[in-house]
Each structure stands twice: as structure tokens, then as C-alpha cells.
């Protein structure tokens, strides 16, 4: 019987990128398969078992397989698998993000599988595309599932238990450009060393967003046009690095000189950052520049309102990526809310700067949020169970990131539904790791609440 460690460093070496789910799906299947376990492979490379221990009582365990493909430089995602290590308590991966999001949660539920102990009966869904699409969850096969508890291990901090999340809305933003020749230097200006991070949980730590920052530089250097940009990864990422070609009527030694006496108000976690700025040849410049300067300056980001009882993010937004290429500048965004009212406010907003600045404006995909619970079975068990097992609370909390919860609970009547994991830091970076002291915790902690919820049709009265 593997422990939950092996698996996630066999999970580790698994291609799995958004989208590209297909590797780690034939590895579940291998494993139902050696295992005896009922499966069911559905759309998408979304994956269910079942798993009978001979109970009366059922419950759901839920991750996802796919996870954000980010590098230093252009590391081969579609073939290698992840260059993890150990530091310490930490795994920890050399220059690209770890996957323990949600690599960790599916080797718990493996190995949870394992046991055969006071079990209830258990009934697993991997869904697929949840750091871009969320596809898997909205097209799972919710027919297969008979309970109405889950538990979700798709958090990031251990003794908190997730119990409700925000939407989120996607979009790209679009304009067609036009080149002109250039008369005059240009150079390439490159940003990197900034935190970056997660567009939901990181967003209220004011880490600085390499693309309004590269904007606030273009001007304090006073360019005339840009000839090319192209930061960031995806709309769910802070943006850490990237570059853009501008020109100039100055020299370089005046750019670097102006450079220098810009003031940055920037946080500690962005301590690291680094300017770069070279002579380039570039032939011909933008002509819409100006108005794509000054439609990323006007565009809201970062964290935009909070809950007035305890300050937590209520609506926040992410100028995740953009790029230029075959004559289109292309802008990915986001926007994260729990009030529905206020998304679409913003909404407008961003619909009347796109026809402002003639930018086409698309929605990809909106995800809704999942209200809080008042009386939840699951939640009282799992915080019971992790005080006594290490005599510290468990934390009730809201999530800013968007969460599958919002998509099962819409297709789940009823559903009481928590989140749970070992402790994560920087997901969805290079900085991303996982602790191992933690994992193991958690490990025991899910398994002591499945014990505990397996005695709810045995008359232990205290948890009912």
C-alpha cells in the first residue's frame, strides 16, 4: 500500500496541463483497474470511482487533475513531467510551478482509497480544465453521484475549511492594430523579479501586476510608441515578468537616468524586482499605442471592494496577460466577485473603456460563486476532528478564489459541501510549495472525519 507521498511524486511526473488532462486520466483508470475500484472516464478526462466499503453511509471526495503550466523559461509541460525536490518540509519545484494544486488532493484521495477501516463508502470525482475553463465540473456526469456530503481537497492552508467562494467571469479583450515605420530608436524594456501569484487568494497581499507596471514606466520614460508587448500567462495569474518594445526620441543613458528616479511604493514580497532596459532594431511601431496605454491604465485591477465585517475581498479584478501577434493585441482579464450586482457593474465599466478605446470585448466563461452554509454536518465534524487530533481551531472561511463549488452546488441539491487541504504557499508560480509535515495531517485528519461520518447511521449521536 503506497502512502500519500508516492503518489503525488508519481502524479508529479504526469503531463497535465489545462486542458491536456488525457496522462493523468489512463494513470487513474491504471489505478482503479489494480485497485478493483469502479471508474467511469466522462468528457473532458474528468474521472469517477467508486468505491464500496460496505456502509450506509456515502460520501463524495473531490480534486481536479489539471494544473497551471508556469516557467522560467519554456519548459516542455506537453512531455516532462514536473523537476520537483525536497527542501525541508517543502516540495518545491526548479523554476516552474509544482502542480500541488491540485496534485496533493488527488494523492490523498488515492491513498485515502487504500484504507480499509471504517470506511464509508466513497465516491470520487476528478474534474478537469479547473484553472481555465472549469469544463469538467460543468460537464461531469452528476448521475453517477448519490450522496449529498462532499468534501473538496482543493484548498491551500491547513485548519481552514472552505465554505463558500467567489465567481469569477473571464474575458478577452481584442483590437486590431496597425504598424507604421519607425524614425527613431527603440528599445526593449524588461520587468521581472515581481512576486506574481494567485489571482483570488493573493489579490488583497498588493503585489504588484508587471503589466500596469510596465505602463506606469512607459510613461515616466515619456515613449512615443510601442512596437510590441507581451507579459504574463493567463487571466487567473499575477503577472510577475514580460517586456515591451517602445521608441523613443532619447538615448539610453537618458532612459536609464529617468529609470532610476521613478518611485515604487511596492510591498516586500516584491522586493526582487528588476528593470532592463537595451537598445533593440525594431521596424515598425503601433499606431493605436496610445490608446492601448491608456486603456490598460484606465482598466480597474488588483483588490477593488471588501466585506465591511471583516475586510475580506469581495470584488477584485487581473490584467492577466498580454500579447501581440498576426496584427491583433490581445488582453486577458478577469474579474472575481461574490455579489453578482456589483460583477456586473464592473462588467459595464469594462464594456464602455472596450468601446471607448475600440477594443472587442468577449466573455469565455463565467463561473458562479457558492454561498455559505449555515448548518453543515461535514464542517462541524471535520473541525471537531482536527482539535482533537492537534488541539488547535479550525478556521471557517471564505474564498476569493473561484472555486468547482460554485458548479456542484448548482448541480447538487441540497449539497453541504467543505474544502480542506495541506498548507500551499505561492500557487500558480515558481515559488510554489507544498509542505510535507502538513500533508500528513491532513492526511489524518480526513480520515479520522470519514471515520467519525461513518458512525452517523451507528447512533453516535454527538455528530448528528
Known amino acids: 500500500m503506497k502512502n500519500v507521498l508516492e503518489y503525488f511524486e508519481e502524479i508529479m511526473q504526469i503531463p497535465r496541463e489545462s486542458g491536456k488532462e488525457n496522462k493523468i486520466a489512463n494513470y487513474l483508470v491504471d489505478y482503479a483497474k489494480k485497485n478493483n475500484i469502479e471508474y467511469n472516464v466522462g468528457e473532458y478526462n474528468t474521472v469517477f470511482f467508486k468505491k464500496n466499503n460496505n456502509s450506509n453511509k456515502t460520501i463524495i471526495l473531490q480534486a481536479h487533475s489539471d494544473m497551471v503550466c508556469v516557467s522560467t523559461d519554456d519548459y516542455d509541460f506537453d512531455n516532462k513531467g514536473i523537476p520537483f525536490y525536497i527542501d525541508g518540509d517543502y516540495y518545491k519545484a526548479k523554476n516552474t510551478s509544482l502542480g500541488a494544486d491540485d496534485g496533493i488532493g488527488i494523492a490523498i484521495i488515492l491513498a485515502i482509497l487504500q484504507e480499509r477501516e471504517n470506511m464509508p463508502n466513497i465516491e470520487v470525482m476528478i474534474t478537469t480544465q479547473e484553472e481555465t475553463t472549469m469544463l469538467g465540473a460543468i460537464n461531469f456526469d452528476y448521475s453517477l453521484l448519490s450522496p449529498k456530503t462532499l468534501i473538496s481537497l482543493d484548498g491551500i492552508k491547513e485548519a481552514d475549511i472552505e465554505s463558500s467562494s467567489a465567481g469569477m467571469c473571464s474575458m478577452t479583450l481584442t483590437k486590431c492594430i496597425t504598424y507604421n515605420s519607425v524614425n527613431e530608436n527603440t528599445y526593449k524594456l524588461t520587468i521581472s523579479g515581481l512576486m506574481g501569484g494567485h489571482s483570488g487568494d493573493d489579490i488583497d497581499k498588493d503585489r504588484c501586476n508587471a503589466i500596469k507596471l510596465a505602463v506606469r514606466v512607459l510613461k515616466e520614460l515619456n515613449y512615443n510608441n510601442i512596437c510590441d508587448i507581451n507579459f504574463g500567462k493567463r487571466d487567473n495569474v499575477i503577472p510577475s515578468e514580460g517586456y515591451v518594445v517602445f521608441s523613443s526620441n532619447k538615448d539610453l543613458e537618458k532612459l536609464n537616468e529617468l ?17 532592463n532596459i537595451e537598445k533593440i532594431e525594431c521596424i515598425n511601431y503601433i499606431e493605436e499605442s496610445k490608446d492601448i496605454v491608456e486603456f490598460i491604465s484606465e482598466i480597474k485591477d488588483g483588490l477593488l471592494e471588501i466585506y465591511e465585517d471583516d475586510g475580506f475581498p469581495l470584488l477584485s479584478s487581473n490584467i492577466g496577460k498580454i500579447s501581440v501577434e498576426n496584427g491583433i493585441i490581445e488582453i486577458k482579464y478577469s474579474i472575481r466577485s461574490s455579489d453578482l450586482l456589483k460583477e456586473n457593474e464592473l462588467l459595464k465599466e469594462i464594456k464602455r473603456l472596450s468601446n471607448q478605446y475600440e477594443f472587442e470585448f468577449n466573455i469565455d466563461a463565467k463561473k458562479p460563486f457558492f454561498p455559505f452554509k449555515e448548518n453543515s454536518n461535514i464542517r462541524r465534524i471535520l473541525a471537531e476532528t482536527y482539535k482533537e487530533l492537534y488541539n488547535k481551531e479550525t478556521v471557517v472561511k471564505k474564498v476569493h478564489a473561484c472555486m468547482e463549488g460554485g458548479i456542484l452546488s448548482n ?27 502538513s500533508i500528513n495531517r491532513v ?6 472525519t470519514l471515520e467519525k461520518y461513518n458512525l452517523l447511521d451507528k447512533g453516535e449521536e454527538s455528530y448528528v
Open 259 to 275: 529609470l532610476k528616479n521613478i518611485k515604487f511604493n511596492l510591498s516586500d514580497a516584491d522586493s526582487n524586482l528588476s528593470f
Open 411 to 437: 448541480n447538487i441539491d441540497d449539497l453541504d459541501i467543505c474544502t480542506i487541504a495541506p498548507t500551499i504557499n505561492n500557487c500558480h508560480s515558481i515559488n510554489e510549495c507544498v509542505s510535507i509535515s
Open 443 to 448: 492526511y489524518n485528519w480526513l480520515k479520522e
